[in-house]
């Protein structure tokens, strides 16, 4: 079975404060990718990152970073020194498959709010 | 380019009325998929297709119909709408085997759909 679990469903902070959203996906495939998506209150999907199975690295970009970790079958993102634009539902994906169909699997999403 | 485009952006439907959601992409995309997203569940996936006359069912595929005649647009059909059905649509499209790319989903802006 293929799933992601996003267990934290609010997460609330003071601005400038770091904040961590916990990913966790199930499969069986040795190749998979995994994603972040925003979506802000204007409603649209903004993609934050793509990380496929093979590549275990940490990921940084401006505050945001990503902690991929097979052994525990987790995707964490962080947000460094949030700020309220970062105030969001964040959706963590997985697709399977050695070519990317486009066919992605969402956990539930963690609606964060920055507060000022 | 345009990207993904969905119309309408808003619909309020009578239980038992038939619709189109319509989306067009004009990047050549192969693959192209619809979700529909509740609070707290998430994107689910309802069809998707790998090209031109090809579909397959998702997660969610009950009430909706789909076609594929064309690479750029995949319609959403609703025969008979369902309050169940109340929710916002968002389609999406994927290059075919450019897995170098760092982003490989394109969503479009979302339809919500209310269904009395």
């Known amino acids: 079975a293929q799933k992601v679990t996003q267990a934290q469903t609010e997460i609330s902070v003071v601005e400038k404060e770091d904040v961590t959203l916990d990913c966790v996906y199930e499969?069986?495939?040795?190749?998979?990718?995994l994603f972040w998506y925003k979506q802000p209150p204007s409603g649209e999907l903004v993609f934050l990152i793509r990380?496929?199975?093979?590549?275990?690295q940490n990921e940084i970009s401006g505050r945001y970073s990503w902690n991929f970790q097979k052994s525990t079958s987790s995707f964490n993102f962080t947000i460094t020194a949030s700020q309220v634009v970062d105030s969001a539902v964040y959706f963590c994906?997985?697709?399977?498959?050695?070519?990317?169909?486009?066919?992605?699997?969402f956990g539930q999403g963690t609606t964060l709010q920055v507060k000022p | 380019n345009a990207g993904v485009t969905q119309t309408p952006k808003f619909q309020v439907l009578k239980t038992g009325q038939s619709m189109t959601l319509q989306c067009a992409q004009d990047?050549?995309?192969?693959?192209m998929s619809w979700y529909r997203q509740d609070p707290g569940m998430g994107l689910r996936l309802i069809h998707y297709s790998v090209g031109a006359g090809i579909t397959d069912q998702g997660e969610v595929p009950n009430g909706y119909n789909v076609s594929r005649s064309t690479t750029e647009d995949f319609p959403l059909r609703l025969l008979s709408a369902a309050p169940s059905q109340t929710s916002v649509y968002f389609c999406?499209?994927?290059?075919?085997?450019?897995?170098?790319?760092?982003?490989?989903?394109?969503f479009g802006p979302g339809t919500r759909l209310l269904v009395l």
């Open positions: 994906a997985l697709s399977t498959g050695s070519s990317n169909t486009g066919k992605l699997i």
């Open positions: 990047m050549n995309h192969e693959y």
């Open positions: 999406a499209s994927t290059p075919r085997g450019r897995i170098n790319l760092k982003e490989t989903q394109y």
């Open positions: 990380r496929n199975s093979f590549d275990e």
């Open positions: 499969t069986r495939d040795t190749t998979y990718y």
